[in-house]
């Protein structure tokens, strides 16, 4: 890998597959090695899963795209490898500013509660991202074969897989896949292959996306003004990302000229107007619309959809690559225990089930931001002119504001989840990621829960009262593996004495009960594996 600025370039290797007279078998080929692809991969050879990685491109880098990282991506991303790295890289940040013109309407804070391993959010460059998960996957290349410069041209479907056609600059060769995931963006080759289209909303506003250098004193906030006087009429956001670089993002309206507002003679008088002087350098531009759209079905078969190849939505609250990295590690163990013989016939259908559900949400979420930030008529204009004037004045009102929704975690309605047999207290949700807590690991060093989640299923039991689990479930016990701090576990998890917490591969809460019963565990494994599912519409 090379790196010149802000692009890492790789170097095409020849694939002992492409000698083969008949196409290569593997069990998974993933498309796409951004975000959610190596996430995956890496997932899926965490689990000793062999993937084949193909990408058309030589490199990573084309300006910063994705910046905003959410605590969940990051705890994920920690679990896969390079989590505590990119922390330590990003600008780490939790409160954010919402202003009406020169005047602030309120502050806000994403993460007012102490006892998290990860922040709230970090701003990083998707570059510096990607480069450290393919620094991940060298790490397990014996697993995984990621090959660049390997542009899927084909596919083939049958009952027992997919063969796909690759171009690479020694010509053509064919591979065969148990498995197909597609994961190769917005413009997904693989989806137009297939037939397949969006259904959704497309947005006709026109944004201008810019990353400037500069040496600035704003705090590490999300700044976002409706109306400033700087950009009348319109919309603008402030966030910073390392090396010095800020984003900056200005609503520019439907009839926008895209060519002639990316040209650095129209983009540089703007961002002087917004900062006040013109000591910055300009990194990158790009002009942009956007839709929130979906696929009706993620799984086809033996190809499945992930990441912007299955979603789209606008870049308000940060839910493109959050969302796709959370689709990676739904599907990654779920392939998994397909592949090892130990799944339901319906547990690859929850996938759809589960991240469709999730789609939709974040659709949802999308959609009204957008339509706050950017009224599609006269009539809606003057009923979010109401709600920002009515926040100034009145603190209820601050929920009516809407500049972007930020990304949240989903909680799974799903029949994989064993109903609970009473109330329970706490943060922690039947279908939610767990909340992290403080503890102490045997070794009594500080820490944090979630740092003891490898991605297996895994029972957490309040007190040595367990026993043993299930031959392929982890057992944690509180107070002998684990040792929690400041009470913020039994709080989190209304958790006391005997109370039994049965974890998901992705981290996901999939049962729970007051007493440790091995049958009970058991049976709820069984039905999280997908073996007690008769039918997933």
Known sequence: MTASGSGFQFAYRRSPDQDEREPARHSVVVVGAGPVGLSLAIDLALAGVKVVLIDDADRIGEGSRAICFSKRSLEILDRLGPGGELVGQGVTWQRGRVFRGGSELYAFDLLPEQGHRMPAFINIQQYYVEAALVRRAGDLSGLIDLRWRNRATAIDRTGEGVTVTIETPDGPYRIAADWLVACDGSRSAIRAMMG?????????DRFLIADVKMTADFPTERWFWFQPPFHAGQSALLHKQPDDIWRIDLQLGREADADAEKRPENV?????????????????????????????????????????????????????????IQDAENLAWKLALVLAGDAGPNLLASYDLERGAAADENILNSTRSTDFIAPPSAGERVLRDAALALAGEAPFARRMVNSGRLSTPSTYDTPLSTPDAGPWGGTAALGAPLPDAPMRGPDGLAGHLLQHLDGRFTLIVDGDTAGSGPDDVRVLVIGRDLSPADGIFAARFDSRPGSTFLVRPDGHLAARWRAHDPVEVTAALRRAKGFEIKHLA
């Not at 990194?283 to 789209?312: K, M």
Request: with cysteine; glycine share 10%.
């Open 196 to 204: 397949l289209d969006f259904a959704g909303e497309v947005f006709d």
């Open 268 to 324: 540089m008088p703007r961002i002087e107007r917004m900062l006040g002087h013109r000591n910055f350098t300009l990194e990158w531009v790009s002009v942009y619309t956007f839709q929130c759209r979906r696929l009706a079905r993620f799984v086809h078969g033996r190809v499945i959809f992930a990441g912007d190849a299955a979603h789209q939505v606008s870049p308000f609250g940060a839910r493109g690559a959050n969302s796709g």
